[in-house]
C-alpha cells in the first residue's frame, strides 16, 4: 500500500521534467460542455501524435471497487500498463472482461489478487463483475502518452510537443460519437471547446473511437 | 255466464295476470342477470387471459435472463461459439418449453437460433422486442411463419449489452386449451389482417365474445377471442324459471280447483234454496229449507224459512176470507156451492135438497136493537141450523140475514120433513143478554129428482146453481105468498126455464137495438090538453114478436139488468124529448125508473149529463118511480130523489096505493105528482070504498102540493068521476093507447099539434100490439 501511495507522485514528476526538458512544451485545454453548456466530466480526451511515437512505458494503475463499483469508473491509460484490481469491498468480486483486446477474467476474490493486469493491446476494454451485474467500468487503452480526462469543471489541460495529432473523445454515456479531429500543436497554447451530448441514463451505445 | 263459471273465472283470470307479470319480471331479470354473469365472466377471463400472459411472460423472461447471465454463454457469445450457443439456447429453451429461442446481434441479426426457422444472419424484429422489454411490458405476441409466439427479449451484457436473447411460447391450439381451462371460456386465437377495431363484446347470436387484441410485433393483428354461451350462462336461470312456471302451473290448477269450489259451495245452497221457493211459489209451507249454514247464505235460508211460516199463515187466513163467514164461522156462498158440487157428485143420482132460510125482520131487529143484537142472532141461528140432523150436509150464511142448506134425502119426499125441522129450529125465541127475542123464517126448498128435469146434466157446477136459484125462486114464491115454507114446482112457474135463457136474450136486445119506446099521451083533465107523454119499453123479440114489459121487466128486476135497461131508456126518451124541445114544442115526457135505479149513486149525474148533453130543460123531464123504489132504504131513495130534484127534474110516485110505504115517507118525499095506481081507477065505477080512497088520496096529494094523475081510465064514467074529484091529469085507453113514435105524432096532428121530429131511431110502429094492457111499470 505504501508504494502505491508514493509511486504516483514519482510518475508525475518524472513526467513533468521530461516535458520540462522538452522545453517546447505548448499547452492544450480542451474544455467540454454538454447540452445547455454544462460541463461534461469524465470525458476522454486523447492526442494521438501523428509525427512519431514516443517510447513505450510501463505505467501503473489502480482500479478499486468500493461499493459494489468500480472506482475510478472511467479509466484511460497507455498500453503497457500494469492495472491492480484491489476489492475494498467486504463482499467478493470476479472481474472479467470480454472486450477483445484483452479478456480476462479474475476469479473471486477479496482484497487484493496477487497479480495486476497488464494491459498490452490499444483499444476499449469493458470490466465488470459477474456476480454484480451493475458492476461497469471502461479502460481505455491508447498507444499515445497524450489523455486525460476532464475534470468536474468540464476542462482536461496538458502540455503537448508542438505537432501534429489526432483528437480522440469518448464519454461512456455520450448520445453521438465525435468524429476524430486533427489538431496542430504549434508556438501558442491551443484550446479546443467541444461540444459533447452527455446523458448519465443513455446507454454506452458509442463505440470508442479506435 | 252462471254465478259459479263468473266467481271461478274472475279469480283465474286474475291469478294468471298476476303469475305472467311475475314471471315476466322474473324471466327479465334472469335474462339481465345472465347477460351481466356473460360480462363479468368475460371481464374476469380477459384478466385471468392476460394474467396468464404475464405468468408466460416472466417465466420466459426468467429463462432467457438465465441464459443471458450464464458466464459460459456470454464467453461463448463473445468468443461467437455458434455451436455452444445453439446448444445453450435448445437448453434453456426445453427447460422452460419454449418453442422459440434466438440470440441476435444488437441489431437485430440472428447469431444463432434454436426451434426457429430463423436462419443465421437473418432479421429479427428485436428492436420492436427491445421496446417492450421490461417488467411493465405488456404480453408481446409475434407471427413467425403462420405460428403465434409470445416473445420476450433480454440484453446479454457483458457487461454492456451485446447480444439479445429472444425466447417465446407458441400460442398454439394447446395453448388455447390451457388458457380455456383457466378461465372457463371459449378462447379462440387467430391471426387476422383487419380485425375488429375495438375488443367491444359482441354477442353474436347465442355466442358472447369478448376479442383481446395482442401487441404484436408487426403489422398483423392477433386476437384471442374468449367466447361464452348465452344458452350456458342462462342455464341456471332457465332452471329456476322452469321451477316458477311449475309452480305457477301448480298454483293455477289448485287455485282454479279451489276457486270451483268455494263458488260451487256458494251456488249450489243458492240453487237448493231457489227450488225450494219454487216449490212455496207452487202452495207447499212445508219445504226444508235450512242450509245448516253459519254464514250469509244460511241467514238467507233462515229468512226464507220466516218467510215460507208468514205467507203460510197469510195465505190459511186468506183462504178463511174467501170461503168462511167472519161472524157465524159457517161457509160462504163460494164454499158453500163447491161443496155443494161435491156432495152432488158424489150423491151419484141420490135426490139432495137445497134450502134458502131468510130471517124475517131482521133488517128491523138490527135497527131497533143494534148489530151487535143482530149478530148474537145470526150466531145462533148458525148453531140451530146446523144442529137440524142431516145426512152429509152443510150450512151457509149466503148474505146478511139469509143462511142456506143442503143435504142429502133417503126420499124425494123427506124434503117436506126436512124443511120443518129446520123451521122448528128456528121457532124458538133467541136470548140475547137474557131478553127473548122472537125470530121467525121463511124457507125456499128445491130438491134434485131423478131424473134431473133439465134431462142431461151439464155439469155438477150447474146443477148446483140451479137448484140453489130453484130454492131461491121457492123463497121469493113464499114471500109473496106470505108463506113460512115454499117448495120449487117446475110446473108452478112454466116460464121460470124461459127467463132462465132470458138473461142472454135481454142482453142481446139492447145491444141489437131490438127494444122500442112506446108513448102514452098524459091529458090536463081541465082543459083537454096534451100535458106530456109517458116512455113504456116494447121489445121487438125477433122470434117472439113484440112482448109487454111483463114479459122482461121483472125478470131484469130480479138480475140486476133493469139497470142497463134504464139507462137505454133514459138516453133515448130524453134524446127524443130534446129534439121536440128543439123543434118548439114543449112535450114532457115521464120515464119509469125502478127501487134498483135508484140505488144506483151515479143515476143523478148520469140524468144529469143526459139533460146538459141533449140540452133539455129538466122541467120537461119527469121520472116516475114506485112506492117499492124507497121501501127497502127510504133514507137512501129519499137522498137520491133529493138530488134528482135539485136538477129540476120532475118526480112523480107511480103505482099509488098498491105498497106499504108509509105517509110520513110520502110527506117528505120531493114529489110533483102523485099517480094513483090503475086497480083503484078500474075499482073506482063499481066499489064505494075504492072511491073513497082515491078520492082521499087526490085530497092529500094535493094537499101535499102534488098533482095527481089517475092512469088506467077507461070509462068517461071513471074520467067523469075523476074530474068531479079534482084530479089534474087523466091517462088510459080511454084518451090514448101507448103508440110508437110515428102514430103518436099523427095523433097529435089530429089533435092540431105540429108534428114532432123523428128520432134516428127505426120506431116500427106497425108492428105494435095493442093487446098488452099496460104495465105498471
Known sequence: MKYREWRRPLQMALLGLVCANAATAISVKVSVTGKSGAPSADTIVVFDPLDGTPAPTHDTAVIDQINKTFVPRVNVMRTGT????????????????????????????????????????????????????????????????????????????????????????????????????????????????????????????????? | MSLRTRIALTFLILLTAVLVAALTAVSIANRANAQRDVQRQLEFGAQTFSGLLKTNRSLLTQAAQAVADDYGFRAAVAEHDTETLVSALQNSGTRVGAAMVVLTSLDGVVIAASGSDRAVGS?????????????????????????????????????LPVAWIAMGFELDAAAAKGLAAATG????????????????????????????????????????????????????????????????GVSLFGFGWAAFWIA??????????????????????????????????????????????????????????????????????????????????????????????????????????????????LKQTATRLTTVPSIESAVARLAADQFAAFTRLSDPKDLQAWGTSLLLALSEPVFVEAQPIDISATIGLAVTSAPLESGAQASVDGAA??????????????????????????SLNPSARDQLSLLGELRRAVEKDELRLFFQPKIEMSTNRVAGVEVLLRWQHPTRGMLSPAAFIPFAEQTGFIRRITRWTLSRAIAQAASWHHAGKALPIAVNIGADDVSDSRLDARVAGLVTRNQLPPSLLTLELTESGFIEDPDRALSMLNALGALGVNLSIDDFGTGYSSLSHLARMPAHELKIDRSFVQGLETDAEYAAVVRSAIDMGHSLGMKVVAEGIETELAADRLRAFGCDIAQGYLYAKPMPLEQLERWLEGRGRVPVVALPANFNADEVTDTVTLATY
Not at chain 1, 135 to 141: I, K, L
Not at chain 2, 192 to 220: C, E, F, W
Request: charged share 20%; aromatic share 6%; proline share 7%.
Open chain 2, 465 to 490: 146453481d140451479d137448484l140453489v136459484r130453484c130454492a131461491d125462486l121457492a123463497l121469493e114464491q113464499a114471500r109473496r105468498e106470505k108463506r113460512a115454507m115454499s117448495v120449487y114446482e117446475a
Open chain 1, 82 to 210: 500494469a492495472v491492480a484490481f484491489p476489492n475494498s469491498d467486504r463482499i467478493r468480486h470476479q472481474v472479467y472482461s470480454f472486450s477483445t483486446p484483452h479478456p480476462f477474467t479474475l476469479k473471486l476474490y477479496a482484497g487484493s489478487p496477487r497479480t495486476d493486469v497488464v494491459f498490452e493491446k490499444p483499444g476499449m476494454i469493458v470490466l465488470g463483475c459477474n456476480i454484480h451485474d451493475s458492476m461497469v467500468a471502461f479502460v481505455a487503452v491508447v498507444d499515445s502518452p497524450y489523455f486525460k480526462k476532464t475534470l468536474e469543471s468540464g476542462i482536461a489541460e496538458m502540455d503537448l510537443p508542438p505537432g501534429r495529432y489526432r483528437l480522440r473523445v469518448w464519454n461512456p454515456n455520450m448520445i453521438m460519437a465525435i468524429p476524430p479531429q486533427e489538431i496542430t500543436v504549434a508556438g501558442a497554447p491551443v484550446a479546443v471547446p467541444l461540444r459533447v451530448d452527455v446523458d448519465p441514463t443513455h446507454g454506452t451505445d458509442v463505440a470508442w473511437p479506435e
Open chain 2, 264 to 377: 260451487r259451495n256458494i251456488t249450489r245452497p243458492l240453487h237448493d234454496l231457489t227450488k225450494s221457493v219454487d216449490l212455496i211459489r207452487g202452495g207447499r209451507y212445508d219445504v226444508e229449507l235450512s242450509v245448516h249454514r253459519r254464514d250469509e247464505l244460511g241467514v238467507l235460508a233462515e229468512g226464507l224459512e220466516h218467510m215460507q211460516t208468514a205467507v203460510m199463515c197469510r195465505d190459511n187466513s186468506i183462504r178463511q176470507l174467501a170461503y168462511e163467514d167472519t161472524l157465524t164461522g159457517l161457509m160462504n156462498r163460494t164454499s158453500f156451492g163447491s161443496s155443494l158440487s161435491e156432495s152432488l157428485a158424489r150423491a151419484a143420482g141420490a135426490p139432495m135438497a137445497v134450502a134458502i132460510i131468510n130471517l124475517n125482520r131482521f133488517r128491523r131487529i138490527n135497527e131497533h136493537l143494534g148489530y151487535s143484537v143482530g149478530d148474537a142472532i
Open chain 2, 185 to 248: 371460456l371459449g378462447v379462440t386465437l387467430a391471426v387476422r389482417a383487419h380485425g375488429p377495431a375495438s375488443s367491444a363484446v359482441t354477442n353474436d347470436g347465442d355466442m358472447v365474445t369478448r376479442p383481446i387484441k395482442l401487441p404484436s410485433l408487426d403489422n398483423t393483428e392477433v386476437f384471442a377471442t374468449l367466447s361464452r354461451s348465452m344458452a350456458d350462462a342462462r342455464a341456471p336461470f332457465d332452471g329456476l324459471t322452469k321451477t316458477l312456471f311449475e309452480i305457477a
Open chain 2, 123 to 159: 432479421q429479427f424484429p428485436i428492436a420492436a422486442l427491445k421496446r417492450n422489454a421490461g417488467p411493465d411490458a405488456t404480453a408481446t405476441v409475434m407471427v413467425d411463419n403462420g405460428k403465434i409466439y409470445q416473445v420476450v427479449a433480454v440484453p446479454v451484457k457483458s457487461p
